[in-house]
């Protein structure tokens, strides 16, 4: 999976925006040593397997000292890793960055629905370095973060990603 595809946009995401959360994502893939050129992601949840990450290495002092505050990097490389799976996994697309307090992060709406309205919510974390007993701690919170929005009786995806590994849990609420 080619990270830089992020850079392109979705139609709820700017290529303004899109490339902030890339240059998270690089920044916390760069300093856990992983290599641009292909680097394997374990994904677990809806779907398991292994995916190959690949990126341009834009990694330098500059883009280091940009992304000083490491919680910031990691919320926002997750964000950019997170909507490349649900891309990946399922139909739906980016249309709306979420408002705060609704328990989610995006609006998803189907890829091919020209209204594009939101037909599904996501949410997202990160942890720079864990192990897979705090993601999975991490995905249960998550997703009971979701629930004051169940009422909407839309399908809640939860995206966990870790960096050191690297690893992401990916899937829907049941």
């Not at 850079?7 to 899109?18: I, Q, R, V, Y």
């Not at 779907?47 to 000083?68: C, G, H, M, V, Y």
Request: with cysteine; aromatic share 10%; net charge positive.
């Amino acid at each position: 999976m080619n990270i830089q595809t992020i850079l392109d946009g979705l139609p709820g995401l700017s290529k303004t925006s899109a490339s902030h959360l890339y240059e998270g994502c690089v920044v916390c893939l760069a300093r856990h040593n992983h290599s641009y050129k292909g680097t394997q992601l374990a994904l677990q949840g809806d779907a398991t397997e292994e995916i190959s990450l690949a990126w341009n290495n834009i990694f330098d002092d500059q883009l280091d000292r940009t992304w000083a505050d490491q919680f910031y990097a990691t919320e926002h490389g997750a964000v950019c890793l997170a909507i490349l799976i649900a891309l990946r996994l399922t139909d739906y697309t980016i249309v709306e960055k979420s408002a705060r307090k609704n328990g989610f992060d995006y609006w998803l709406g189907k890829k091919d629905d020209i209204l594009f309205q939101r037909k599904a919510r996501l949410e997202i974390s990160g942890i720079f370095k864990g192990k897979e007993s705090d993601m999975l701690a991490r995905h249960k919170v998550k997703i009971k973060q979701t629930n004051p929005s169940d009422n909407l009786l839309l399908p809640a995806y939860v995206g966990i990603v870790e960096f050191s590994k690297p690893m992401a849990i990916f899937g829907v609420k049941k």
